[in-house]
């Protein structure tokens, strides 16, 4: 007797796949549809787990875009500070995927949207799209639309050049401004702004709603690079907290679950994309772990290291960077005195403090 | 009497031939001086109140500029950096890849997206170059000081280049003259002064800016605070030097630390 499973492969039976398999590299579990080659051209958007894929990229030798590259000087812990090497725009964390459809709307329109000027307690500015890039606040308002002007052009410039967009989806949960319909990734008022309850207005896409914008971002990708692939995963970190009333655990298995299902639904029926499965990588019970921090949102190196592993294995790449460190960035090298000046610069000393 | 303890490279010499030329200037100042050439303080330890080499290269430096391989440091009142790569040129490195907002160049670009440098903001270019000389020798020992120590530890840097540095090799190479002509100058002497400032303040020293006298158009040194020239060690000959300052310039600095320890003159 014959029937659909007799002809299966192992990865499709839980036994082979996952009960008797090496549940640490998992070799069976991610079949890339895009291929990524040291020469493929890759930007990465999303939440706080697609710096981890750049990092990884990198590190691997791909080509790893990056709009805006900070001043070379500037130590690598600053350049993180200020946004910048942690996605290839310097567009800060793009949780949701509306955030990412309205970027690239406003980028089409190529005028920032002058309500992107917040103001913080200390009276300083900021662009309420990107908070957390400018952590010092920026002198005026003239200044936040320079600078929102300049990084929707360079990211332009950027997505003109991408045969790959990563993007991981973070949350469902937003806050949007009820007149414009624009969302913010942080609720105004915390991060600078000031929070209006008649204004503002709390929301929780669907998976109807995700893959409506996940076509959008795929459609205005197309305009800026025919033929440009998108690459989705969804972060396994939980939400640090959520508005829709739940419980904070409730919530956060219902906005992966949409996430995750909204990404299925999206590849399944959009040519030229595809899923890789961090989410499950960390959070399946059968995936081993526990690979969270003590805080048990947090990702630990591991689990990243692990993730990535998994994901550069499949994709036929080589780490030749640590993928859990920080990221590479200018050392301070020192410059001496100038070589005409050393003899000299010792002689003097040398007459002025022999003893 | 206030013990200071002055610690530096080849640009302390003005401050010593300051005091040297004037000793009654500075009562209440008890002042020593101790030199080393590049990096090398960094092979140093505090160890039970004294400053000790941990390499024989720190060992034969102290012994060659101060006559002996330990220096005690622990009855010092207070200590003060000076020199040791701390200078105006690292902003003029940042200047080369980045812009600002605050400076008048980038009004004149009509595609700042087309700009082959990055357009930062203002604090980040301060963050950025305060987390940069945080690595330098003079920052390192100053970090280093105030945490043995717990005495006031202040920060003197490098003067800007002579004046006629403008016409060499080295300011054409930090582009010191298109900023002069394009008006950035005191933009990049603030951004300088402010990174110093955060970069000090952070390792619980304090950063004294150069005298404003001795300032010609933001980012260069007047000639008369300048030694301007020296004698080549090797063939004798008469050399110019955009580097080191003089004994006036020492003066001006000597006073700004007399004051800083409530000694003024």
Not at chain 1, 105 to 121: H, K, Q, S
Not at chain 1, 123 to 136: C, H, K, S, W
Not at chain 1, 278 to 286: D, G, K, M, R, W
Request: aromatic share 8%; with cysteine.
């Amino acid at each position: 007797m014959t029937h659909p499973y007799a002809d299966l492969p192992p990865r499709a039976f839980w036994r082979s796949a996952v009960a008797e398999a090496d549940r640490l590299h998992f070799p069976d579990l991610y079949h890339p549809g895009i291929a990524i080659r040291p020469d493929t051209s890759v930007a990465t958007a999303g939440s706080c787990f697609a710096q981890h894929i750049a990092r990884a990229l990198r590190g691997a030798g791909c080509s790893v875009l990056d709009a805006e590259p900070p001043p070379r000087a500037m130590p690598a812990d600053v350049a993180a500070a200020f946004g910048y090497r942690l996605f290839s725009g310097r567009y800060g964390n793009i949780y949701t995927a509306r955030q990412l459809r309205q970027l690239l709307d406003e980028i089409i329109a190529g005028e920032p949207d002058p309500a992107c000027v917040w103001t913080r307690e200390d009276g300083r500015y900021l662009d309420a799209f990107r908070p957390t890039v400018e952590p010092e606040g920026l002198d005026s308002a003239d200044e936040v639309l320079l600078h929102r002007a300049y990084h929707l052009e360079r990211t332009s410039r950027m997505l003109q050049q991408t045969d790959v967009l990563i993007f991981t989806l973070g949350l469902t949960e937003a806050w949007e401004d009820a007149a414009t319909g624009r969302v913010y990734p942080v609720c105004p008022g915390v991060a600078g702004g000031q929070f209006d309850p008649g204004r503002h207005r709390f929301v929780n896409f669907r998976v109807g709603q995700v893959v409506q914008d996940l076509g959008h971002i795929h459609a205005a990708l197309q305009r800026f690079r025919a033929g440009m692939q998108m690459l989705l995963t969804v972060s396994p970190v939980p939400l640090t907290a959520t508005a829709s009333g739940d419980h904070v655990l409730t919530a956060t298995s219902g906005s992966k679950a949409v996430l995750r299902a909204a990404a299925g639904e999206f590849v399944a029926d959009t040519p030229g994309t595809d899923y890789f499965p961090s989410f499950e990588l960390v959070t399946n019970p059968a995936a081993g772990g526990p690979w969270f921090d003590a805080n048990l949102r947090s990702v630990s190196a591991a689990g990243v290291a692990r993730v990535m592993d998994v994901f550069l294995t499949a994709q036929g790449l080589t780490t030749t960077a640590p993928i859990a460190g920080p990221a590479a960035g200018a050392e301070p090298v020192e410059d001496e005195e100038d070589a005409a000046d050393a003899l000299i610069c010792d002689e003097l000393l040398l007459e002025a403090f022999r003893k | 009497m206030t013990r200071l303890c002055l610690i530096g490279n080849s640009h302390l010499i003005a401050l010593q031939e300051a005091l040297q030329a004037e000793p009654a200037r500075w009562p209440g100042l008890d002042c020593t001086f101790h030199g080393f050439r590049g990096r090398t303080v960094l092979n140093t330890r505090v160890q039970d109140g004294v400053l000790v080499p941990t390499t024989d290269g720190a060992r034969d430096q102290m012994q060659r500029y101060s006559g002996q391989a330990r220096l005690e440091v622990a009855g010092q009142d207070a200590f003060a950096v000076v020199g040791l790569n701390l200078k105006l040129l690292h902003v003029m490195t940042f200047w080369k890849d980045a812009r600002w907002h605050a400076l008048p160049s980038i009004r004149q670009v009509p595609d700042l997206a087309a700009l082959p440098h990055a357009l930062i903001s203002r604090m980040a270019a301060i963050a950025g170059l305060a987390g940069f000389v945080a690595g330098l020798t003079g920052m390192v020992l100053a970090s280093r000081l105030a945490a043995a120590l717990g005495k006031p530890v202040y920060v003197i840097g490098q003067p800007r280049l002579h004046r006629a540095a403008l016409w060499g090799d080295q300011a054409a190479y930090f582009g010191l003259g298109r900023a002069i002509v394009n008006g950035d100058g005191p933009a990049l002497a603030a951004v300088h002064d402010a990174a110093m400032h955060r970069a000090a303040a952070r390792v619980g020293a304090i950063y004294l800016p150069q005298p404003g006298t001795t300032i010609h158009d933001h980012l260069l040194s007047r000639p008369r605070f300048m030694l301007g020239q020296v004698t080549d060690p090797a063939s004798g000959r008469i050399r110019p030097d955009h580097t080191h300052p003089n004994a006036r310039f020492g003066r001006l600095v000597l006073d700004q630390l007399a004051r800083q320890v409530g000694v003024a003159p």
